[in-house]
């Protein structure tokens, strides 16, 4: 099993940047892959992005391309989403997961689970 914590969430005016960060632990090894899904009040979790720990392979949401930017760092074993231009439609609780998946967006077929962390992101 592999322990995440996100951190980095909080209130933004539209136009804005932060930073999540996704410190994972435990049995990493077994994970191949990181993403971060997002999910607001009244809708489904969403893919938002996704990086290989090897390699660095990274792939995004339609939503957010352009905009957020997904980077890890092994030797920490932490992983970054870089959100700029942020509207209030971001707005929403953002999951660090890992996994195998063997389809990088769903959000089923990652195991291991963060706590999330709001981002709010005001007009």
């Known amino acids: 099993q592999v322990q995440l914590v996100e951190s980095g969430g909080g209130l933004v005016q539209a136009g804005g940047s932060l930073r999540l960060s996704c410190a994972a632990s435990g049995r990493t090894f077994n994970s191949y892959a990181m993403g971060w899904f997002r999910q607001a009040p009244g809708k489904e979790r969403e893919f938002v992005a996704a990086?290989?720990?090897?390699?660095?392979?990274?792939y995004y949401a339609d939503s957010v391309k352009g905009r957020f930017t997904i980077s890890r760092d092994n030797a920490k074993n932490t992983v970054y989403l870089q959100m700029n231009s942020l509207k209030p439609e971001d707005t929403a609780v953002y999951y660090c997961?890992?996994?195998?998946?063997?389809?990088?967006?769903?959000?089923?077929?990652?195991?291991?689970w963060g706590q999330g962390t709001q981002v709010t992101v005001s007009s």
């Open positions: 997961a890992a996994g195998s998946p063997a389809r990088i967006g769903v959000s089923a077929e990652y195991r291991d």
């Open positions: 990086i290989r720990w090897s390699g660095g392979s990274t």
